[in-house]
């Protein structure tokens, strides 16, 4: 099953590391899209270690990093971070047989 998360808050970053390390413990495919502030989770170490275990499997949009995050080093999210746009997100939802969006 391909399991989709799109995080729009930078608040939810506990519950979205918690989503997807329980959506690939029961063998799904989870996929995430940071958009808004929810790129801030970018910054969030436990986060980042579940984007690392599944490198490629979250996308974050290009535009929310450089307005929020203007100082965040994107060669180091390279190989573990699509960087791209709203486009990624709507594939996202196009592929998930479940979405959840926090």
């Given at each position: 099953m391909?399991?989709?998360l799109?995080?729009?808050d930078a608040r939810h970053a506990a519950a979205a590391a918690g989503v997807l390390a329980g959506a690939a413990a029961r063998g799904w495919d989870a996929r995430c899209f940071l958009t808004d502030s929810g790129v801030?989770?970018?910054q969030d170490g436990e986060f980042m270690a579940q984007a690392r275990a599944r490198p490629l499997a979250v996308a974050a949009c290009r535009h929310s990093i450089d307005s929020l995050l203007p100082g965040c080093d994107l060669a180091a999210?390279?190989?573990v971070v699509v960087l791209g746009s709203q486009f990624q997100g709507a594939?996202?939802?196009?592929a998930a047989q479940a979405?959840?969006?926090l």
């Open positions: 391909v399991f989709g799109v995080v729009t801030r989770l970018l999210l390279a190989g594939k996202l939802a196009q979405l959840l969006v």
